[in-house]
């Protein structure tokens, strides 16, 4: 069965709602195809340990503001995944959950979108599919020799399971240090990073770094010099249970080992470590598998954006990857406005 459609939002997190609520509001039909079998995005699958480094307020979609959580600053996943929910029967947003999309192709005017639940022909196309299936794990010497367990941070979800185990932990960003800071005292840690982390003034959030981005690529934009600011957004932000490992001497980081071992991890001077498991906090990569055919993908694996638009498909926006389609789209109080520049390019096209 064929479907058609003005838009085709691939992907029912955070991105694609806030494209579904701009495309909604300027009347413009669509669909929103998520391969989540419920709402909630990749929210639903976290650890349950994790913080959103803004306040509630300050971590909102556009059109309605993420309520408070009772005796929380910074709320956790489920708090997100549960406010997601609510925007999504909120605003009557057309997703269709459980449907996974295998290809893009063009066909003349249009673009056929093939997903398991029939294909769809579309005037455009709007690319939400985010990371979080998609997690890097770094080639390190040894890999293959560890005996070990061998996780990334998409499958931590407690530190139950790892109670009284020698555990490696990799990574110097927000992941890498909420993680770490969980198992501490429940695990025996070690904690690994490229360079000393660095943490941000503990009275400094997520808010201070999202206007540092914004006004960083509004900079970049305009020609002008790029001079730093407050931080970047790899730096670590000292949520509360963060906080308390750090000043409790729990976070103290060694360098990246250089090669994995049978049973643990060596460093360049000889030193060994035992280790159960090891957590790769490493990052991700953009999850753009179903536009192969369309041969859009530079040498770094994105597709050339002018904001959200692709420089080579015109019909086809990308939205809440990183700062490559729009400064911290990839949070959910910055997804909002490149999610609005992308409806208005679509409507602009569309007539």
């Not at 939002?9 to 195809?33: C, F, T």
């Not at 959580?69 to 925007?87: F, I």
């Not at 201070?208 to 407050?230: I, K, N, S």
């Not at 460093?267 to 957590?279: F, K, P, Q």
Request: charge should be positive; charged fraction near 20%.
């Amino acid at each position: 069965m064929t479907h058609r459609t003005d838009v085709v939002v691939i992907g029912g997190g955070q991105s694609g709602l806030a494209a579904g609520y701009h495309l909604r509001r300027l009347g413009i039909e669509h669909v929103i195809l998520d391969a989540q079998t419920a709402p909630g995005g990749a929210w639903q699958h976290t650890w349950a340990s994790l913080r959103l480094f803004s306040p509630a307020a300050y971590s909102s979609l556009p059109g309605r503001l993420m309520p408070v959580q009772e005796g929380q600053l910074y709320p956790d996943a489920g708090h997100v995944a549960a406010y997601l929910a609510d925007y999504e029967k909120r605003y009557e947003l057309p997703v269709r959950h459980g449907v996974r999309v295998g290809a893009v192709h063009r066909v003349g005017p249009v673009l056929r979108v093939e997903a398991d639940c029939g294909d769809w022909q579309a005037r455009a196309v709007i690319s939400a599919t985010g990371t979080w299936t998609r997690p890097f794990l770094p080639a390190v010497p040894g890999r293959r020799d560890f005996t070990g367990r061998l996780l990334h941070a998409v499958q931590y979800k407690s530190p139950a399971e790892f109670a009284g185990q020698r555990v490696i932990v990799v990574g110097g960003g927000n992941s890498g240090a909420q993680i770490a800071a969980d198992l501490a005292g429940t695990a025996e840690l070690t904690w690994v990073t490229r360079r000393p982390p660095r943490y941000l003034a503990d009275d400094i959030d997520g808010r201070a770094l999202f206007d540092h981005a914004t006004a960083r690529r509004r900079a970049l934009d305009t020609g002008r010099a790029d001079t730093g600011g407050v931080a970047s957004l790899g730096d670590i932000v000292a949520v509360p249970a963060v906080r308390a490992a750090r000043d409790a001497g729990l976070l103290a980081a060694k360098p990246m080992f250089t090669r994995l071992t049978a049973t643990g991890a060596e460093w360049a001077d000889g030193s060994r470590t035992e280790a159960a498991a090891v957590i790769w906090c490493t990052g991700f990569r953009p999850a753009l598998a179903p536009f192969a055919g369309l041969r859009l993908r530079g040498s770094r694996g994105h597709i050339a954006t002018e904001g959200t638009r692709s420089v080579d498909e015109p019909r086809l926006h990308l939205l809440g990857y990183g700062d490559w389609t729009g400064p911290a789209s990839a949070t959910l109080i910055g997804v909002g406005r490149p999610a609005r520049e992308a409806a208005r390019q679509i409507r602009h096209l569309l007539t």
